[in-house]
């Protein structure tokens, strides 16, 4: 099971996973959660879940990558022109799937044209009744109801499974038909990875280190004292076997979990301390125990020593006492 | 009769002249803090403890049995005040200080200018909430 390594799309410095099977991937295998951000704008809900992309912290990126687990692509230019050939081939094959579409619903009509035909006389009646009784009360101008666009003498059932479909059968005159689809309704599919394209070349475009993505300008991360702690401390948990997620709900930079979060809660909220001689104010202190008592969470002070590149915690709960 | 008090006059006094003088920028909440112990939370074989990687001394004594039935165990209590500026460096000082036998866990107390005190539990490493 020799497989590359996982493929990390770099859009804007920030690291993204949009096949389905890395996200499953990054989670079962190496720990890392990541976060689903894949919305529509006016829809992003936190306690709903979303799709792809898959957003990294910058650390879980450089820890993915510094293992040789992943490896970083330069999306933007990893997208090729197509060329014409490429192009026509493609919107061939996207009108190809409309035309595919259409034809199995015109299928499906018939079908169904069919199962009527075989309808006793008393309920052919019956819904003829029904039909005309709809359409008289269409027959007034401001009446909006879905069967004023039947055409006259059809006697498909008005269930509301048909609805929407029907609503679009025999158009009216709004004119919105395009010529050769008149009024029937078809799905355009946008694939998410743009893996799946002829033109993606991702392989002239994949950066295995950190400092040759560095260099190609797509990754800077980290470039800080400060960064470069997170990294070590992000590092340090994640190889204590910890699930690491965004401490900012909680008043510090990680969730620490003992497993994955979607069958357990976090025990500590973790704080980067940036080294040994880093000012501490006391009522930091009292800030994170306090909150730690009232959220049943302990605060852990990470500290990173850049001169051995050990990483010390202290845990901080408050004392019940005093 | 003179009522004036000050603070060479207290029983504690004697006891902490040292370190009172030796470390005047934590003088005030080491005095605290010492006092707090002893009265007020009834630590018994309260000893102090010179600790020059934190700029001050610890106070060291027998922690009496708390409520949820923990035995009276010998702890370490670092203070400062609410002004000033520590670091991390000081608690790995303070571990170091007491050597191979240390408790997993010191104490920092912090004090405010009215005589507030609040403690602090540190633990070294990544120690579960005690619910």
Redesign the interface.
């Known amino acids: 099971m020799a497989e590359g390594p996982i493929p990390l799309r770099v859009s804007n410095k920030k690291a993204y996973v949009w096949d389905v099977d890395d996200v499953a991937k990054l989670r079962s295998r190496h720990g890392i959660c990541g976060m689903l951000t894949g919305t529509l704008p006016h829809l992003s809900q936190q306690n709903v879940f979303l799709g792809v992309p898959l957003l990294l912290m910058p650390e879980e990126a450089v820890f993915l990558v510094e293992k040789g687990l992943a490896c970083l692509v330069d999306d933007k230019n990893a997208h090729h022109d197509p060329g014409l050939s490429r192009l026509a081939k493609w919107d061939n094959s996207r009108l190809k799937a409309i035309e595919r579409q259409l034809a199995l619903a015109e299928e499906e009509q018939e079908a169904k044209e069919h199962q009527y035909s075989t309808m006793t006389e008393q309920a052919i009646r019956k819904r003829n009744e029904r039909e005309r009784k709809k359409a008289f009360v269409a027959s007034f101008p401001n009446d909006s109801s879905s069967s004023s666009t039947e055409p006259a003498g059809n006697v498909l059932a008005h269930d509301s499974d048909n609805t929407a479909s029907d609503t679009r059968r025999g158009q009216d005159s709004s004119g919105t038909s395009k010529a050769g689809t008149a009024g029937a309704t078809f799905t355009v599919h946008v694939g998410a990875p743009s893996s799946q394209l002829d033109w993606y070349q991702q392989s002239s475009h994949s950066f295995t280190t950190l400092a040759s993505a560095r260099e190609a300008g797509i990754w800077d991360y980290p470039s800080t004292p400060e960064e470069r702690a997170r990294c070590a401390v992000f590092r340090e948990l994640r190889g204590?076997g910890y699930y690491l997620g965004i401490g900012t709900k909680f008043g510090g930079d990680y969730l620490?979990y003992p497993g994955d979060p979607l069958r357990y809660h976090s025990?500590?909220v973790a704080s980067v301390?940036a080294s040994?001689?880093?000012?501490?104010?006391?009522?930091e202190?009292?800030a994170h125990?306090r909150l730690?008592t009232g959220t049943?969470?302990?605060h852990?002070?990470c500290?990173w020593n850049e001169d051995n590149d050990v990483v010390?915690?202290?845990?901080?709960?408050?004392?019940?006492?005093? | 009769m003179s009522t004036v008090t000050n603070m060479q006059t207290h029983p504690s006094y004697p006891e902490l002249t040292r370190y009172l003088s030796k470390y005047p920028s934590s003088a005030g909440a080491l005095f605290q803090t010492f006092n707090?112990i002893t009265f007020?939370?009834k630590w018994t074989n309260v000893e102090l403890v010179d600790l020059p990687n934190c700029q001050r001394a610890g106070i060291k004594g027998l922690r009496p049995s708390?409520d949820d039935g923990e035995l009276p165990s010998t702890c370490i209590v670092l203070p400062?005040?609410?002004a000033?500026?520590?670091?991390?460096?000081y608690?790995?000082a303070a571990f170091t200080s007491l050597g191979e036998s240390a408790p997993k866990q010191i104490?920092?107390?912090?004090c405010a200018e009215d005589s507030s005190?609040?403690?602090?539990?540190?633990?070294?490493?990544?120690?579960?909430?005690?619910?």
């Open positions: 204590k620490v025990h500590f301390i040994p001689r880093t000012p501490l104010r006391p009522m202190i009292v125990g730690g049943k969470k302990s852990l002070l500290e010390t915690s202290f845990s901080i709960e408050w004392a019940r006492f005093g | 707090d007020a939370q708390s400062c005040s609410l000033e500026s520590i670091s991390t460096s608690f790995s104490y920092l107390a912090i005190t609040v403690y602090y539990k540190i633990g070294k490493g990544i120690v579960k909430p005690s619910i």
